[in-house]
Every structure is written in structure tokens, then in C-alpha cells.
């Protein structure tokens, strides 16, 4: 299935499909906005965007498990050297057809979790499968819009905020993250390349660090971010 920007490779009903696609044709927009906000020349892509989403999550979860880095527990991720996404429609479970809750989704060098949070840009409808396709999207188009390069190691504070703010996913507002966990100093924070461990409740927390920490500077300081991306 296509849409203007984007193919996507799935075994979703068509009308679940067409409206995937549409809200990763609204992140398109969402992303151009936003790279003109901090003065960056985004360049659309010279091809159409590769992105997949199965229906059955253990189909997902044998392919995350073939690929390096991928942990088990992740439900979707940015593959940088094949330049896709590929997470499961929350919507089913591939062995009971349960709905299923979950929202994680990941770089594959890392991890995230999605929090709710009515800051920053999000998806729409509110889904937890809308919510980890706008995160990885980001990822998608900051690494072929010239915002990020593929041959450029970031601060994974940067890349991983980025997306998590993007999709609307940290708390923003000065209040204390949540969770049991005490939260990561900001001199240990930017220095850091993965989360600290794999426990979703401290890979949560980590990564709405990260997106708070973006959302700060891009508030405070949008030629600061500009810069770092440079």
C-alpha cells in the first residue's frame, strides 16, 4: 500500500492500512514544521519511505529476533542500515487475537517505552500503535531529511528526544518523572549511548529524559538544538 511518501509492507485490512498511512503523511508535515521552528533545511526524501507494520505480533517479534540489537520485549524499531521501520498493530496479538496494550518501540541500538503526556507534538487518535509510528517516523525521516546522518554517531539523548518529544511521549512540564527509579543526572545523561538497563520502567523514565531534555532546549534555545544537529 501507498500513499504519497510513504510504502507500507503489511498484512493489515486495507482501511487499517490507509489510516497508518495517513498518520505517517501527517508526521511528514508535523516534521517539516518542525525543522523549519529550530532553522534546519530539511530535504525531502528522493524516494518514498519504506515503513512495515504486521498484524500478527509473533511474525513481528521473529523477524525483531533475526536482526542484531532488537531486543525481545521491543515492539518496534528504526533499522538504520536497511532504512525501515518495523513495529506490530497493537490492536492484535498474533496468538489470541487480544488486544494488546503495549507501546514500546526502539532505535536498534536502544529502547524506549512510550509515556502519555499532553506535551509536544503526538498522534492523533491517541492509539498506542499511532503513538510508536509517529516515534519511529521521526527516527525515518530525521535520518533522510538531512536532520541526522546515517554515517554520524549522535548523543543519544539527541536522537532518542527527538522522536520521543515528537510523538508527544515525556513530561515536560518541570513535574517529577515518573517511576520508582531515581532519575539519571543530566551530566550522567548526555554522556550516556544506551538506556541503563532493560527494565521498562527505567528505559521509560530514561527516554522521557531524553525527550525532556530536548523539549527544554528547543523551547530555551532552538539555535542550540540547530547546532548540535550540524
Known amino acids: 500500500v501507498e500513499s504519497r511518501r510513504f510504502v507500507l509492507v503489511t498484512d493489515l485490512d486495507e482501511d487499517i492500512a490507509v489510516r497508518r498511512l495517513g498518520a505517517l503523511e501527517r508526521t511528514y508535515e508535523r516534521f517539516f514544521e518542525f525543522a523549519d521552528s529550530i532553522g534546519q533545511d530539511a530535504a525531502p526524501p528522493e524516494h518514498k519511505l519504506l515503513c512495515g507494520i504486521f498484524s500478527d505480533e509473533q511474525r513481528y517479534r521473529a523477524l525483531a529476533r533475526s536482526q542484531g540489537g532488537v531486543h525481545g520485549w521491543i515492539a518496534g524499531y528504526y533499522a538504520a542500515l536497511p532504512n525501515r521501520v518495523v513495529l506490530y498493530d497493537d490492536a492484535f496479538e498474533g496468538a489470541t487475537g487480544a488486544p494488546n496494550r503495549e507501546a514500546e518501540s526502539a532505535v ?123
Open 108 to 230: 536498534v541500538q536502544g529502547a524506549r517505552v512510550a509515556l502519555a503526556s499532553d506535551t509536544a507534538p503526538r498522534a492523533e487518535t491517541g492509539d498506542a500503535t499511532e503513538q510508536k509510528l509517529v516515534h519511529e517516523a521521526a527516527h525515518l525521516l530525521a535520518f533522510n531529511c538531512g536532520l541526522q546522518l546515517r554515517s554520524r554517531q549522535y548523543p543519544f539523548w539527541l536522537t532518542e528526544g527527538i522522536a520521543t518529544w515528537f510523538e508527544g511521549s515525556a513530561d515536560c512540564d518541570g513535574a517529577p518523572l515518573s517511576g520508582a527509579h531515581p532519575a539519571v543526572p543530566v551530566e550522567q545523561l548526555v554522556g550516556m549511548t544506551a538506556p541503563i538497563d532493560d527494565d521498562p520502567e527505567r528505559v521509560a523514565q530514561f527516554y522521557a529524559q531524553c525527550a525532556e531534555l530536548f523539549s527544554r532546549l528547543v523551547e530555551e534555545s532552538p539555535d542550540g538544538v540547530s547546532a548540535l544537529l550540524d
